[in-house]
C-alpha cells in the first residue's frame, strides 16, 4: 500500500521560501505526481503536478515561483516555494495516481492516494 508523507512547512516571512518533500513508502517511478494545497474556508487547488515523461504543469498563482521536482532513487517528490506570498498560506497536501499518465494533471480527481499534508503559513 502506498503511504505519502510530507514534510517541510512552516512559518516565513513574505519573500521567503520554503522546501517541502513528500516521501513515498513504495516506488512511484512514472506515475503521475502533484501538490495540492487548501487554505481555510476555501477548496483544495492544484498547485503543480509532473507527468511520467517528466514534463510538470503549474497553477497560474505560482507559476515562476514554484517549482516542483522528484528524486526517483528516494521515492520523493519536492516543492521549491520561493517569492513565497501571504496568500499562499494553506495546508499543502502532495498526491499520487494510481498509474502512468503523459500530461500533468491539477485535478483531484485524477490521483487517488493523497498524504496528510504539511502546514505552510507565510507572514507579511
Known amino acids: 500500500q502506498l503511504q505519502l508523507v510530507e514534510s517541510g512547512g512552516g512559518s516565513v516571512q513574505a519573500g521567503g521560501s520554503l522546501r517541502l518533500s513528500c516521501a513515498a513508502s513504495?516506488?512511484?517511478?512514472?506515475?503521475?505526481r502533484g501538490w495540492f494545497r487548501q487554505a481555510p474556508g476555501k477548496e483544495r487547488e492544484g498547485v503543480a503536478a509532473?507527468?511520467?515523461?517528466?514534463?510538470?504543469i503549474y497553477a497560474d498563482p505560482v507559476k515562476g515561483r514554484f517549482t516542483i521536482s522528484q528524486d526517483n532513487a528516494k521515492n520523493t517528490l519536492y516543492l521549491q516555494m520561493n517569492s513565497l506570498k501571504p496568500e499562499d498560506t494553506a495546508m499543502y497536501y502532495c498526491?499520487?495516481?494510481?498509474?502512468?499518465?503523459?500530461?500533468?494533471?491539477?485535478?483531484?480527481?485524477?490521483?487517488?492516494?493523497w498524504g496528510q499534508g504539511t502546514q505552510v503559513t507565510v507572514s507579511s
Open positions: 498526491a499520487t495516481a494510481p498509474g502512468n499518465c503523459w500530461s500533468g494533471s491539477l485535478s483531484q480527481g485524477d490521483y487517488y492516494y
Open positions: 513504495i516506488y512511484t517511478y512514472g506515475r503521475c
Open positions: 509532473t507527468a511520467s515523461d517528466d514534463s510538470t
